[in-house]
């Protein structure tokens, strides 16, 4: 679900949000049921950065601005090679697992809608994806960008280890 240049704010131009859930909460008060809703939102560049936003609303449209704000707020940089990652990597998070491995230029993105919102919100175009255990939509895109967050470079490697390339 992407919402690209909705929203009217100067924002959103830069940076489109892809909305990945939107949940309904109800509250049963004395006149009836009152409605909550909360939205996880992605928010990238296409060139290595992107962040996540997870926030509450009364209206769908509120949670979704307020989640949009916060995935701004909290985006990172990640190294990648030309349309992929430089290497493959894997991490957990709470019982969902996601593993990144690299493929050559063509092969496109083989992901499930969750990992596949953060990987094109990244800017990655070629990359082979699995995810196993828990399906729940935020834990696998923290998960993802924990595996994100392990991608190093060649020269950050040599830089770590003291040696020439």
Do not use: W
């Amino acid at each position: 679900m992407s919402r690209g240049q909705q929203g009217g704010d100067n924002n959103s131009s830069s940076s489109p949000e892809r909305v990945v859930q939107i949940r309904r909460c109800a509250c049963v008060v004395k006149g009836g049921r009152r409605f909550s809703f909360t939205a996880l939102v992605v928010v990238g560049d296409s060139n290595g950065k992107v962040g996540v936003g997870y926030s509450k609303g009364t209206e769908v449209p509120v949670a979704v601005e307020k989640a949009t704000r916060q995935a701004q707020k909290r985006s990172h940089h990640f190294p990648l090679s030309g349309t992929t990652i430089p290497h493959a990597v894997e991490a957990r998070y709470g019982a969902s697992h996601v593993k990144l491995m690299p493929a050559p230029a063509g092969t496109g993105i083989i992901a499930s809608a969750t990992v596949r919102s953060v990987l094109e919100s990244i800017g990655v175009k070629d990359i082979l994806t699995k995810k196993r255990g828990s399906s729940n939509p935020a834990n696998v895109v923290q998960a993802t960008l924990m595996a994100l967050g392990q991608l190093r470079t060649r020269e950050d490697v040599a830089l770590l280890r003291g040696v020439e390339i």
